[in-house]
């Protein structure tokens, strides 16, 4: 067997973790971590099963390098379950350990998510539902949601469509994953009345058990996703609601593997969209493709409008945030004018942080101006 180097072993540290519960587990459940490191799952939410210690508490010791972040939530082995530490933040974010030294992190477990009441939230204007499509080529078929602001007018001027993913947690927090979404309504409504944003409708599209697959243009899970979205939803809106065809008009927007299918669809189908705003997208899940694709030339700044952003206790996704934005302005793209950037401080990987943010996108691509 081959020991590391001395060098490599220096700069790893230790992390001991401790997790104590301040609330009975539910019989027949048990407890699971789950984090950025492949060892906690790589955000499976049953990823790594815990066992408790003759003394109830929960013990886990992890390496990693010094200078790095690692997030991790406790769960019972589903988003639905997650355990609450801090009672003035439920949901609960994510568990952030800054990485300088070795380290002991206790974490009391005071609730769980699933046991709380998730507050109502009035969805202002007006929601639509689609049939169920064909969803040709995917493994599960799904309808739409169409949601109109109050001041939309079925004749006129043409809205603008934005094309979200992920569509339950886009309203309702009752319909959300973890109980938190990302305020679509509130924040569009907002933002029209006070002059800021073009009228727009936005259409929610639901992501299914084959979302890491679906979500990414280079499986033939994600070419058929955007031949669903392409062929099927988006000529059934122009048919059903007063929308503009125009691609200036009709945006691509989500977060995570959400983000990178936006981002490939812009230059993708340049014919249907060219507005993106692509939140913490999660490139490095192509392995270096989607940087050389782009480097190679199948993407340049012709009326493309681009938004990214990315948060700083996500050290991946902010890595590959900076590279791509670098890769874009070499290829032409122009920082101010059809590109736009945006590195939240002290940010994790989670709806509430999107939602937070949503309005510099919807600013940048849809702004009066």
């Known amino acids: 067997m081959h020991s590391q180097p001395l060098s490599q072993q220096k700069s790893l540290c230790r992390i001991n973790l401790s997790i104590s519960l301040k609330t009975a587990l539910p019989e027949d459940d048990s407890l699971y971590i789950t984090g950025s490191m492949p060892e906690l799952g790589d955000w499976n939410p049953a990823g790594r099963k815990l066992e408790p210690g003759t003394d109830g508490t929960y013990e886990l010791e992890l390496s990693a390098r010094a200078g790095s972040i690692v997030e991790c939530k406790i769960t019972r082995g589903s988003w639905r379950t997650q355990g609450i530490y801090d009672p003035d933040v439920v949901p609960p974010d994510n568990l952030v350990i800054k990485v300088s030294k070795d380290k002991d992190v206790k974490v009391n477990i005071i609730g769980w998510l699933d046991q709380r009441d998730i507050e109502s939230d009035p969805v202002q204007g007006r929601f639509f539902n689609s049939e169920v499509f064909p969803c040709h080529g ?94 099927e939803v988006k000529p059934w809106v122009e048919a059903n609601f007063n929308v503009s065809r125009q691609p200036q008009d009709n945006a691509l927007i989500g977060s995570s593997m959400g983000g990178l299918i936006s981002f490939q669809m812009l230059y993708a189908y340049e014919h249907s969209f060219a507005l993106a705003a692509c939140l913490s997208t999660a490139f490095q899940k192509t392995n270096g493709q989607i940087f050389n694709t782009i480097a190679n030339g199948s993407f340049r700044p012709i009326n493309a409008r681009l938004y990214l952003d990315a948060g700083e206790f996500e050290p991946p996704i902010a890595r590959a945030y900076f590279d791509m934005m670098q890769l874009l302005k070499a290829t032409g793209f122009i920082e101010g004018h059809n590109l736009m950037g945006y590195y939240e401080e002290h940010a994790t990987h989670c709806e509430a942080r999107w939602a937070g943010r949503l309005y510099l996108p919807l600013k940048f691509l849809f702004g009066k101006k």
């Open 138 to 231: 995917l493994n599960y078929k799904r309808s739409v949601q169409v949601w109109l602001p109050d001041s939309y007018q079925a004749k006129g001027e043409p809205c603008a469509v934005i094309y979200m993913h992920d569509g339950q947690n886009l309203f309702e927090p009752v319909k959300a994953f973890a109980g938190v979404d990302w305020k679509v309504d509130e924040t569009v409504t907002r933002l029209i009345r006070t002059g800021e944003l073009r009228q727009c409708i936005v259409v929610g599209i639901p992501n299914s058990a084959d979302r890491m697959k679906e979500l990414n243009l280079f499986t033939k899970e994600g070419k058929a996703y955007a031949e669903f979205i392409v062929n």
